[in-house]
């Protein structure tokens, strides 16, 4: 194979540029929004898009397969394609409507991928920017930095006293924020002003978004009475993914910043999302606390409960418990089961009016999960 080294890059740079290219596949290795020792590889197919489930098990089960590798002339040309670099940022500048001129930001690149695209960006869109965590060295990906680790970012926004800020994970496939006095901004609220903004232009496809079943009660809430409807999959932008592209929708995404604006790129892109969200910001003069605030975040209490048969999660017993905490709910909270997909544990989520009551009912039906799924 012949290979073109794109450099430090974000996820969907690579996603984008596999496409723009005309390569027959992108390879991403990165720890994504885990520490150092979690790197892995990601593969996109031609045209950048995720591989599917049954791909993945079909290359994981012929890794150790015999093969004849080639030798002299036969063996690739590895070239250094650094340049194209700035054909994503193009790219993903050439989707706003207008400038950001007049927002200050804070961006924290999580010492990631979008440490150099993410602040040329969004300096080319017309913002001031001020970085953190923009010093990555193959070791400090992530650490304490991030959308996963937010308290600094919401620190150095408030002392300089920025409009916003806006937190990428370590591959730059996500993006959260924190509004001027440093509350955060979860990818459902984004989420929200996204498909709010869109619904507004006549641009929402179907006047849909499609979520996990993860996200919180009160995005939908939101959404239910501005008029858009919100499509549920399983937890994992590629479920998210496969269903807007099955049904023709161009927005979703998941409550941890994973959003995917179909118009414009093949996977959730965080610099695309927090682009779209500043010129939002921007064009309407409104601050990102206020445009968040459609959202009233319900109390969210999860429990993992370790140790236990993920296969029981259908038990009857936690199947009656489950009607029990629901019927107490009403329409003002719901409860979600769910076994993980790697280890030994089954999730317990819960969402109520209040977060005592939240925390009440979680409890006894994870004490219901220790008994019955053992």
Known sequence: MDVLRLGVLPTPAVAYL????????????????????????????????????????????????????????????????????????????????????????????????????????????????????????????????????????RQVVISRGADFGLAYDGDADRCLAVTHDGRIVDGDQIMAVLALDLHAQGRLAQDTVVATVMSNLGFKLAMREAGISVVETAVGDRYVLERMKADGYNLGGEQSGHVIMLDHATTGDGLLTSLHLASVVARTGKSLAELASVVTPMPQILINVKGVDRGKAGADELAKAVAVAEAELGDTGRVLIRPSGTEPMIRVMVEAASEDQASSVASRLADVVRVACV
């Open 18 to 153: 596999t496409s723009a290219l005309g390569a027959d596949f992108g390879v991403m290795l990165s720890a994504s929004h885990n520490p150092a020792p979690d790197n892995g590889i990601k593969i996109l197919a031609r045209g950048g898009v995720k591989l599917s489930d049954a791909i993945e098990d079909e290359i994981e089960q012929r890794l150790r397969e015999p093969w004849d590798r080639p030798s002299g002339a036969k063996v690739g040309r590895v070239r250094d394609a650094y340049g194209e670099a700035d054909r994503y940022i193009s790219h993903v500048l050439a989707t706003l409507s207008g400038s950001l001129e007049g927002l200050n930001v804070v961006a924290d690149c999580a010492h990631g991928a979008a440490y150099m695209v993410a602040p040329e960006a969004l300096v080319r869109a017309g913002a001031s920017v001020e970085t953190i965590g923009c010093r990555p060295d193959g070791l400090n990906i992530n650490s304490g930095v991030g959308s996963t680790h937010l308290d600094k970012l």
